[in-house]
């Protein structure tokens, strides 16, 4: 058997080591194996244990940092000009969670952001401006702020502004997910953007109409729906704010669906959205998904573990899994999260309690 790798396994690095324990480790280390009592209670904690922490982006703060990068680079030049929201626990992983990616997206009027396809599903929740489009499989949407919007994975996507503002979005994708499995694939378009084949609206009139085409099969796990446009999912929380009883963790809280089957949009990473009542002070709830939250409307707090973090809109923020929540509202409050929730679900992980 070949010698050990130069690097010393990590229990040998041990001061405390007794002598025969310390001989015995080192051989096994020669052979590829590790004492497991030694690691049980970390490697299968007895309840998670999570690296990444809380923590709040003012939108005013990345901002103009977001605007300095669009002086910079263009967004051709970048493929995607993307300041991502790293989780200070995980610095220099690119995750916002230990599963999920998440950046704020720009793209100035008059630019492009290329075509090309990859693995990892993403979403896009808009945050500011409107004129600007994305497109999937030939189809484009316009982009309007609270709009949420689907990019499935091992589709063509490509992004464009011909409108008069700068356009900003918050990107969430399940790319630590398919890190994890080492089934990440990447390509180009041949070519910037990609035929605009498929009339505007259909896709909408197609699936998002509570009917079907009747001989219809879904062709993939994620919802053929492409945006779920802001006006409907706002009014649906404002009628059922006012004919139903308030969770008292949650306010009015809907989950966005695949019509095809009524669950999660997409395999790996579920939306949601949420009013909070003015003056709402929720209890505390605590669940396995690491959640990002995205601000839409109105001003509040969320005490997450000891600490308060008071929002506005536009801010991000996220709760780790585990970690005690409790929203407040000062005025009426609008927010859009996304987590893993449908990928533990579909592994019979998921938990939540209520305090
Ligand atoms: O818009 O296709 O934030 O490919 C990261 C990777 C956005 C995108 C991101 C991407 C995209």
């Known amino acids: 058997m070949e010698s050990p790798t130069a690097t010393t396994a990590p229990v040998l690095a041990r001061k405390d080591l007794p002598p025969d324990r310390r001989d015995l480790y080192t051989r096994l280390d020669a052979r590829h194996t590790a004492p497991l009592w030694e690691v049980l209670g970390k490697i299968i904690p007895p309840e998670p244990t999570p690296d990444i922490v809380p923590v709040l982006w003012h939108y005013d703060d990345v901002r103009p940092l977001l605007m300095e990068a669009g002086r910079l680079l263009t967004a051709r030049e970048a493929e995607r000009r993307v300041l991502i929201l790293e989780n200070p626990g995980l610095r220099g992983q690119s995750r916002v969670t230990q599963s999920l990616y998440a950046g704020l997206q720009l793209i100035l009027p008059g630019e492009i952001a290329p075509a090309h396809r990859h693995a990892a599903a993403a979403l896009r929740f808009i945050i500011e401006g409107t004129g600007a489009y994305t497109a999937v499989e030939g189809e484009r949407t316009v982009m309007h702020p609270g709009d949420f919007i689907l990019t499935p994975s091992w589709t063509y996507h490509d992004h464009g502004n011909p409108g008069e503002v700068p356009v900003i979005w918050l990107d969430g994708l399940d790319v630590p997910i398919v890190n994890l499995f080492d089934a990440s694939f990447r390509e180009s378009y041949p070519g910037d953007s990609q035929p605009h084949t498929v009339p505007d609206g259909d896709s909408h009139a197609r699936y998002a109409a509570n009917m079907l085409p009747v001989d219809w099969e879904p062709a993939r796990l994620s919802s053929p729906i492409f945006n779920y446009p802001y006006p409907r999912s706002r009014e649906t929380l404002d009628t059922l704010y006012r004919n139903d ?40 709830y605590r669940a396995t998904d690491s959640t990002v939250f995205a601000v839409v409307e109105g001003r509040g707090r969320t005490r997450i573990g000891d600490t308060t973090y008071d929002w506005s809109p536009r801010d991000i923020f996220v709760a780790p899994s585990w970690a005690w929540v409790a929203h407040e509202a000062a005025g009426e409050a609008v927010l859009f999260s996304f987590s893993d929730r449908p990928a533990q679900k579909a592994l019979g992980l998921w938990r939540e309690q209520t305090a």
């Open 245 to 284: 009883a308030i969770h008292p963790c949650h306010g009015v809280k809907m989950r966005f669906i695949n019509p095809a089957t009524g669950g999660a949009t997409m395999p790996t990473i579920g939306a949601f959205m949420q009013l909070l009542p003015k003056g709402f002070q929720g209890t505390a």
